[in-house]
């Protein structure tokens, strides 16, 4: 194998283990269980959405609190990053054509840019007009020509699951 193709292998096992739809669906379930006004409002908003069990997703795509606390999740659990190649001289490392992994975690966590306290479950930050979903700070799928292609399958799956759970079971925080 050659270098590229073993960079390509790792970054692939990486978003695998560490971005992976099951996760966030996880942590979309267990954030909420510490707010239970949350966890209800949830339940409430997506219970139209979800007849005879099955889930309308064009309807489930409409919900904002849902998307709020689905892209709040990813604010505080994802671990993306993004690869680029060196194409001129800078000063960390003086070779052209050197791979450069830039981690995005840390730009979640900015206060000037989410907030006060960036370290707590808080979807309402993503609700109205605000933009904060389209900041060149929140990347929870990377950038550039690593952007997740899987993104908007991943999105609905993890929302359509979530929905589900949420009007089939019983969960007490």
Same mark, same amino acid.
């Given at each position: 194998?050659?270098?590229?193709?073993?960079?390509?292998?790792?970054?692939?096992?990486?978003?695998?283990?560490?971005?992976?739809?099951?996760?966030?669906?996880?942590?979309?379930?267990?954030?909420?269980?510490?707010?239970?006004? *949350?966890?209800? !409002?949830?339940? %409430?908003? /997506?219970?139209? $959405?979800?007849?005879?069990?099955?889930?309308? =997703?064009?309807?489930? @795509?409409?919900?904002?609190?849902?998307?709020?606390?689905?892209?709040?999740?990813?604010?505080? *659990?994802?671990? !993306?990053?993004? %690869?680029? /190649?060196?194409? $001129?001289?800078?000063?960390?490392?003086?070779? =052209?054509?050197?791979? @450069?992994?830039?981690?995005?975690?840390?730009?979640?966590?900015?206060?000037?840019?989410?907030?006060?306290?960036?370290?707590?479950?808080?979807?309402?930050?993503?609700?109205?007009?605000?933009?904060?979903?389209?900041?060149?700070?929140?990347?929870?799928?990377?950038?550039?020509?690593?952007?997740?292609?899987?993104?908007?399958?991943?999105?609905?799956?993890?929302?359509?699951?979530?929905?589900?759970?949420?009007?089939?079971?019983?969960?007490?925080?």
């Amino acid at each position: 194998m050659s270098d590229r193709d073993i960079a390509i292998a790792f970054q692939l096992f990486y978003w695998v283990t560490n971005a992976n739809a099951f996760k966030i669906s996880c942590w979309l379930l267990s954030y909420p269980l510490h707010k239970p006004e *949350t966890l209800e !409002a949830l339940k %409430a908003e /997506t219970q139209p $959405s979800v007849v005879n069990g099955k889930v309308d =997703i064009g309807r489930l @795509l409409e919900s904002p609190l849902l998307e709020a606390a689905f892209n709040e999740t990813l604010r505080l *659990t994802s671990g !993306a990053s993004s %690869a680029r /190649t060196v194409v $001129s001289s800078i000063p960390l490392r003086n070779k =052209i054509d050197t791979k @450069l992994l830039m981690p995005y975690r840390q730009l979640h966590f900015q206060e000037d840019v989410f907030g006060p306290q960036v370290k707590e479950f808080r979807p309402e930050r993503f609700l109205g007009t605000n933009g904060i979903n389209r900041s060149s700070e929140f990347k929870p799928f990377g950038g550039g020509i690593t952007y997740c292609f899987g993104r908007f399958i991943a999105k609905r799956e993890v929302m359509a699951f979530v929905a589900l759970l949420l009007n089939h079971c019983q969960f007490e925080s």
